[in-house]
């Protein structure tokens, strides 16, 4: 009775953290330790595009129908957007191809939807500019000698300045502040960068070099000493989100296709907030209908595996808050899917326990002997259902089927809960409820 009964503290430990996680209330964990390390662990509910609202962007490559576009230039090109929807900090933005020359982009909970479309589009084509002795105000064209070779206009209206270096030569981007407190962009160069910096720097001093993006001039600081280091600074008169959106432009570089809007809209959360209200209805009355079936007939035993597939709600929604997994409707469907997985493990246990109760064993050893004879069925069932759920993965993340992907992901997590439900949490809670019910007088108990 004392080894059947070894799990009850953990799981009791188990199921307390998974409430404490649940709480609607639940602020987290948010510690400070020293002055310059912090713990943040949000354990908020993350709620996809069809659930909170958001942004829906489709980008089409910007070139002519008949070039051809590589699939090692397009892989790149979703990557670089990856990078800078993730730096804009939205939760768990999807971003997929759609054929050979569009990408869909899903942005949940986005609160400036026109600036992360430029953002998205934008090529960032960043350059340090050697304009001589005389400063560029921030935010005047720019002609270079680069820009000019690269597009093969041979008649520049205006000065054309010398491009000393490109971003290409970005090795570090980062958010800071100067000497005045304002926010900068702090980089940091590679080699050949560092050497080109050194070199222009220390043969220009008292000059200026602009930085250029995108052919306007950001800002024109001037050469006070050689730089060596390949370290540098770009101030100005920026804001937090100004310098941040910079930062991130020349983090992820240029983009290999450049991309023009073929459409976006903005989705409202109202659809969703209904959706969600059926759903959690619909959740409720089928686990009540499956709690009422389970107690009238199997009696206690079904009473047992109400608080076990209680148990396995609370581990299951936790795990989606920890891990994070994205909440859609497909994922909630795949959810209440799993639940019927548990509540199909314990049937078999029953079942089987039932059988050796009729056979006249004593009650802890036919709770044992059930989950003996239940547990191939169980294991192959459960296998199954995962083999499944990996090829419905691979399915939505290769072909873009979003939709498909969270379903999966959300079943195949269930299912592996229930394994400990079914498996660890009803054995011990019918060993701790039943080992000490005389089953010769408590038949009734049992529906034998």
């Not at 680069?146 to 490109?166: A, C, I, K, N, Y």
């Not at 941040?244 to 809007?261: C, E, I, M, S, T």
């Not at 548990?342 to 050893?365: P, S």
């Not at 002997?369 to 759920?389: M, Q």
Request: glycine residues 10%; negative net charge.
């Amino acid at each position: 009775m004392f080894r059947s009964q070894r799990w009850l503290i953990p799981i009791v430990i188990i199921a307390a953290l998974a409430v404490w996680i649940d709480w609607p209330s639940n602020p987290g964990v948010h510690i400070q330790l020293g002055e310059t390390r912090r713990v943040d662990w949000d354990v908020s509910v993350h709620k996809g595009l069809d659930l909170q609202g958001g942004l829906q962007v489709l980008l089409e490559a910007d070139l002519p129908d008949d070039q051809e576009i590589t699939a090692d230039s397009m892989s790149a090109t979703i990557t670089i957007i990856e990078r800078r929807v993730n730096g804009l900090g939205v939760t768990e933005p999807l971003v997929q191809a759609q054929g050979d020359r569009r990408v869909s982009i899903e942005l949940p909970g986005i609160e400036n939807p026109a600036e992360a479309v430029e953002l998205l589009k934008e090529t960032g084509l960043l350059e340090f500019v050697d304009v001589g002795f005389t400063p560029l105000p921030a935010g005047v064209p720019v002609q270079t000698d680069l820009r000019l070779e690269t597009s093969g206009d041979e008649t520049p209206t205006g000065q054309v300045f010398h491009t000393v270096m490109t971003g290409a030569e970005l090795r570090e981007v980062s958010v800071g502040q100067d000497q005045l407190g304002k926010f900068a962009i702090n980089f940091v160069l590679n080699s050949e960068g560092s050497r080109a910096f050194a070199d222009h720097t220390g043969a220009n001093v008292g000059g200026y070099l602009a930085i250029v993006l995108d052919g306007v001039a950001i800002s024109s600081p001037q050469i006070q000493g050689q730089i060596t280091g390949g370290r540098g600074q770009i101030t100005g008169n920026f804001t937090v989100e100004e310098a941040n959106d910079l930062a991130l432009q020349l983090r992820y570089g240029a983009l290999p296709v450049p991309l023009k809007v073929v459409n976006s809209r903005t989705v409202g959360p109202t659809l969703g907030q209904d959706s969600v209200r059926q759903s959690l209805l619909a959740g409720t009355i089928g686990f009540a209908t499956v709690a009422l079936f389970m107690m009238l007939y199997y009696r206690l035993p079904g009473f047992i595996a109400v608080l076990a597939l209680a148990l396995y709600a609370s581990i299951t929604f936790s795990l989606f808050k920890l891990i994070p997994v994205t909440l859609t409707l497909p994922g909630i469907a795949g959810f209440v899917l799993s639940v019927g997985v548990a509540v199909d493990a314990n049937i078999l246990i029953f079942e089987r326990m039932k059988e050796e109760l009729r056979a006249g064993r004593q009650l802890a050893h036919a709770v044992d002997e059930g989950f003996r004879r239940a547990w191939p069925s169980i294991r192959d069932s459960n296998i199954s259902t995962l083999i499944t759920c990996a090829i419905l993965f691979w399915f939505g993340n290769t072909f873009g089927a979003s939709i498909v992907k969270g379903f999966a992901l959300t079943l195949a997590i269930g299912v592996g809960v229930s394994l400990f439900t079914a498996i660890s949490a009803t054995r011990t809670l019918l060993h701790t409820f039943l080992d000490w019910v005389d089953f010769e007088e408590r038949k009734a108990l049992f529906g034998v």
